[in-house]
């Protein structure tokens, strides 16, 4: 799953544009996967094997095969994506590097072959059959509806970010040289054959993309071919390459990853500066001085001793029922995320039906979407989410995976934030009421007094967050 990157400063205007393009959200074959929940989608996804037995036998553990010979299936996989699509995809206004990389490996490096600019169909069809270069397509989610939903939902299931590319491959090429990715990988066949190769990691759970020589690897642990309906996972760090046989004339597959940067060690780095702030106020250990000129020293060995005393204590306030606080990582995913698929021409949703009141019934909206968050920088803070599309469906999906490495502010002013409302953190019990129940009396609602069970619910209520049923 590519970061949050690419090359886009020079083409924001039309990325912006986007918003307004056709799609090519054909009609396809009747669904094989069940969107009625999360749960359900990733069941279906992963079907026949169970849920239970996929976390406890393969994630983060072991790639899973899954050849199904299932003509439903494989006729469901081929409507997500197909070699067809690009001429049409290609006069919507597509460029090198953000939306397509053209490259093929040889001698076991990738050879990029990228044009400067606007992809131009002619020259990419070129390259593809006389080259015999790969194609990788970047969050094909942009603009194919099915892939949109499926993404979404494992986004819920997952509480991560999840990206997508797809390869085309011509008959006897290979795209990429051998190489580990640091997301967990599900491949989804779609058309033609591929075969291919992995290996035991030299990096288990890799935090980071690397190519590894062939000299390094050893033989492969698994080899097999993908079929349309087939379906491939494997953990972070596995090493992999893959091509398309001489006799199939192509083929094409989507990768759909999660995990990036989403390990205790990521969450660790988030959430530890919130706890020791925290427990600084409290515990007057971590606001005595360092020692003079400690910061000036080349060894400082000696602090050891002090610093292990020093995280003992935080763990002991952590274990006192002090609550461990996501900061950077939730905000990026509630910003990031894909939203809710309503369909592409949705407007961004307004307040409608009755006002709630002191004698009303509410319920929460896109439960899955809505994310509560005590505010580590902020003094007694709680805020609840409102979640991206409620300020346009068609700018977050069209910008989803696709932002800058730092998440700076387009050349419009755009800038992505994460959107909420903010309440006393004496609110915070009632909002947990609200999230974990299917419904809820407004005056059964644990806060002190009527005025303030009235104004939650109306803040919730403007911000499309509830419905009075």
Known sequence: MPKKGGKIADVAKETQAQCKRPRLDTAGSPSVLSFESPDSLFRSLISPIKEEEFFRDYWEQKPLLVQRNDVLVAAYYQSLFQLSHLQELCSQGLYYGRDVNVCRCVSGKKKVLNKEGRVNYMQLKKDFDQKKATIQFHQPQRFKEELWKIQEKLECYFGSLVGSNVYITPQGSQGLPPHYDDVEVFILQLEGEKHWRLYKPTVPLAREYNVEPEERIGSPTHEFILKPGDLLYFPRGTIHQADTPQGISYSTHVTISTYQNNSWGDFLLDAIPGLVFDTAKEDVALRTSIPRQ???QVNTADCTKKLSSLLRRLADSLENSRELRSSDMKKDFITHRLPPCLGCDS???TPGGKLPKIDSKIRLQFRDHAIITVEPDQEN??????PPYMWGVGGMRDTHMMGTEDDTASEDGLAQQTHGLRFPLSY?????QIWSSSTVNVKELNL????????LALSLWTECLIEVL
């Open 294 to 296: 400690l910061l000036m």
């Open 381 to 386: 803070a709680v805020s609840i989410s409102s």
């Open 448 to 455: 002190t007094s009527d005025e303030e069970k009235e104004n």
């Open 428 to 432: 915070l019990d009632a909002l947990k």
């Open 347 to 349: 407007d961004p949703l």
